[in-house]
């Protein structure tokens, strides 16, 4: 595939429920970043993965949001027992340096509600 | 405490003029900038980057500028188009991660 591509584009989870959200990075991106858009709010940085090493999660909000890349490629954002204020786009985003100073590819993101 | 301010939250401006949007910033010492274009149920899309190092940075109708002491930069769109509205969002290094403005909001009406 030429872009980053996220599912499911859409869910809606009943408070409480464990969700997995999905990104497929561009092939041979080294970076992988993942964010939350609340609505007309810029992205919020959750977690950064070099590879298959995250190197920094100091953005997750909470020890119910948990991610991981565990062959350097696809990343999967898992949100356990779900709450109405996770309600949000959550964006993933791939570099194809391990710097971070090069433009980032986003996804279309996965738009969640919780009720 | 760290703050990004995009000061327009929506920026209206007749097609054929320049629109100029503003990115400030505190506590920050960022290495480079970027700007962010966003379209509804969209993700961003990279714009351009400018280094601490650079004064101003151009691309077709694009230029951005890089003030280090000011703590701004400044995004225009030269002979706008309708074509051209969305949200632009501004960016900053923020050492281990990028931290994102809030965006500005622009329409260009015909």
């Known amino acids: 595939g030429a872009g980053v591509s996220q599912s499911p584009r859409y869910k809606v989870a009943k408070r409480g429920q464990d969700v997995a959200l999905r990104c497929d990075p561009i092939?041979?991106?080294?970076?992988l970043f993942w964010y939350q858009q609340a609505l007309g709010q810029g992205p919020e940085f959750l977690t950064y993965?070099?590879?298959?090493?995250?190197?920094?999660k100091s953005g997750l909000p909470s020890d119910r949001f948990f991610a991981e890349r565990p062959e350097g490629s696809v990343s999967t954002l898992k949100i356990q027992r779900t709450q109405q204020e996770d309600s949000a786009v959550y964006l993933c985003?791939?570099?194809?340096?391990?710097?971070?100073?090069?433009?980032?590819?986003f996804g279309p993101g996965t738009r969640l509600t919780v009720t | 405490s760290q703050k990004i301010e995009q000061n327009s939250e929506a920026l209206n401006i007749q097609e054929g003029k320049t629109a100029t949007l503003t990115c400030n910033y505190t506590?920050?010492?960022?290495?480079?900038l970027q700007w962010y274009r966003q379209d509804p149920g969209r993700g961003p899309v990279f714009l351009l980057l400018?280094?601490?190092?650079?004064k101003e940075k151009r691309k077709e109708r694009l230029k951005v500028t890089f003030d280090t002491t000011l703590k701004q930069s400044l995004f225009h769109i030269t002979a706008s188009q309708p074509a051209d509205s969305a949200t632009y969002l501004c960016?900053?290094?923020?050492?281990?991660?990028?931290?994102f403005g809030a965006g500005t909001r622009l329409t260009v009406k015909p």
């Open positions: 985003a791939s570099s194809l340096e391990s710097e971070h100073s090069y433009e980032q590819y």
């Open positions: 092939s041979g991106h080294v970076s």
């Open positions: 993965f070099q590879n298959e090493a995250q190197l920094d």
């Open positions: 506590n920050y010492s960022p290495a480079y």
């Open positions: 400018i280094r601490e190092n650079e």
């Open positions: 960016a900053l290094d923020g050492g281990n991660d990028m931290r």
